[in-house]
């Protein structure tokens, strides 16, 4: 855990001598903030309420007693704890305080420094303590989530190869049946001639074939769900070309009124399976395309490719809305996503990175707010013999 992410104490007191002797005694120990008023620290702890493991403050200050600040700042910071140096004279305000829950502990003025040090160092360990279980929650219910998609991906899988099969076998029984009409339509267009029925005869086997290669797809995709939910590996080589331009027939629909779409890159093999990279691919461009939304702006994707020694480097750069800096970590974590409900999941990103670095690879993401975006993705290399 990086020192800047642990829990901090928070001293609040109006004298600055008393925040001198303080910072002397405890900051070489720990994370440290200081504030001279009530309303200042009211401000710190917006800003910083996650930060705040412990809550010192002295009791007697212009316009707001300790009592009252920390009362105050336990709806701001609820799992901080709370700590009063008080005079005798205030006593009793500090009892009830603490009898309410308020306030965890007080010291009588003048402090004991070893006191006042066990006090800091047990507050900020349960802190700690309280954070790790915390985090433990969150992944843990991510987990859960998780496992409960792995299953609903595997019925997914399943409930696929049914019509994929049905598809599979009509198109071939499409294509069968379309010869024979072919045939007897060109017997016919030799005496009677009309273009519009010519183009749609030469067009016909460029369309079965988009359909053969959708089914085909589409059965790798189950194949791979499946594999994926079992936890098999399934990894193959494939054709960066032959993907990207597969990859940019499928996102169609998204692309067509948002944004003109590009390739370059000479052909070249990755140790990346066609099926898993289609699927990084189609994520990268439709999320792409989905950034150009309110831009006002002609949408501009690139998809290219270049080759080094042992590996391959793939980018997909857009025009589109770019990213917050603050949320640029944050985009490749499972569940984690700032489209709208009902759009996004959460979980295109998060499992383009799964994929690719369990096959070695490796993901990196520039982006700048109303700039656009880009993906880089390190592929290995396939050597040929």
């Known amino acids: 855990m990086n020192p800047s992410d642990l829990p901090a104490v928070l001293y609040v007191d109006d004298d600055a001598l008393n925040l001198r ?211 098999e590996d399934m990894e193959v080589s494939a054709d960066v070309a032959e993907v990207v331009s597969f990859a940019v027939k499928l996102a169609r629909a998204e692309v067509r009124d948002r944004a003109r779409i590009t390739t370059m890159g000479e052909p070249v093999k990755v140790a990346f399976g066609p099926v898993k990279l289609t699927q990084v691919l189609l994520n990268l461009i439709v999320n792409a395309a989905q950034a150009m939304e309110g831009t006002g702006r002609s949408g501009r994707i690139e998809v290219r490719w270049t080759s080094r020694e042992q590996e391959v480097v793939l980018t997909v750069a857009d025009n589109g809305c770019g990213i917050p800096q603050e949320l640029q970590e944050k985009v490749f974590q499972p569940l984690f996503t700032t489209k709208p409900v009902g759009i996004g999941t959460g979980l295109g990103l998060s499992i383009c990175k799964e994929l690719v670095v369990q096959s070695g690879g490796a993901v990196r993401l520039s982006s700048k707010q109303g700039e656009g975006t880009e993906v880089e993705l390190t592929l290995k290399r396939v050597q040929l013999p």
């Open 21 to 231: 002797v303080f910072e002397a005694n405890f900051g070489s120990k720990f994370r440290i903030f200081r504030c001279s008023t009530p309303a200042e620290a009211l401000t710190l702890l917006e800003q910083k309420r996650n930060e705040i493991g412990v809550i010192l403050s002295d009791q007697r200050m212009p316009g707001m007693t300790g009592v009252e600040l920390l009362e105050r700042a336990r709806t701001l910071a609820p799992d901080a704890k709370r700590m009063l140096v008080t005079a005798y004279s205030d006593m009793q305000a500090v009892i009830d305080a603490v009898n309410r829950g308020q306030v965890s502990r007080y010291f009588v003025k003048p402090w004991d420094r070893a006191e006042v040090l066990a006090a800091l160092e047990d507050g900020l360990k349960i802190a700690r303590l309280e954070l790790r279980i915390r985090e433990v929650e969150g992944r843990m219910m991510k987990a859960e989530r998780l496992a409960t998609l792995g299953q609903v991906t595997a019925g997914i899988a399943h409930e696929l190869m049914g019509p994929v099969g049905y598809l599979s076998q009509n198109v071939s029984s499409l294509r069968r049946d379309l010869e024979c009409v072919v045939q007897y339509a060109s017997k016919h267009l030799a005496n009677d001639s009309s273009q519009e029925v010519a183009s749609v005869l030469e067009d016909l086997p460029s369309l079965l074939q988009d359909l053969a290669s959708g089914a085909d797809h589409l059965r790798g995709v189950a194949l791979g769900l499946r594999a994926q939910a079992r936890g």
